[in-house]
């Protein structure tokens, strides 16, 4: 069974920066593309950046293009986004989610449980 822990949300100012990771075990890492969505209140879960198994290929929304970076680290497990200029409207638990390479939730089969980023202005 694969086990997926968000962490490295919280709250910052508009213009900050957090860095939010995802420790995966249970499975090898590299088996999975992975991703990260988010979910504001009363909103549907979106897409926010994908990287393939072994990082060749990486996509992102185009609300947070520029401002934020998805990566992994292969030999630790963990998959991370580095979110810079943080806006208000990136508020939202952020989940990572490990599947296929894909911008649509039902293209990934596991789940983490979702960290708190809120931005205040």
């Known amino acids: 069974q694969v086990q997926m822990v968000e962490s490295g949300g919280g709250l910052v100012q508009a213009g900050g920066s957090l860095r939010l990771s995802c420790a995966v075990s249970?499975?090898?890492?590299?088996?999975?593309?992975m991703a990260w969505f988010r979910q504001a209140p009363g909103n549907e879960r979106e897409f926010v950046a994908a990287?393939?198994?072994?990082?060749?290929?990486?996509k992102y929304a185009d609300s947070v293009k520029g401002r934020f970076t998805i990566s992994r680290d292969n030999t630790k497990n963990t998959l991370y986004l580095q979110m810079n200029n943080l806006k208000p409207e990136d508020t939202a638990v952020y989940f990572c989610?490990?599947?296929?390479?894909?911008?649509?939730?039902?293209?990934?089969?596991?789940w983490g449980q979702g960290t708190q980023v809120t931005v205040s202005s």
């Open positions: 989610a490990a599947g296929e390479f894909r911008v649509y939730v039902r293209g990934y089969n596991y």
């Open positions: 249970g499975r090898t890492f590299s088996d999975f593309d």
């Open positions: 990287i393939s198994r072994f990082a060749a290929s990486t």
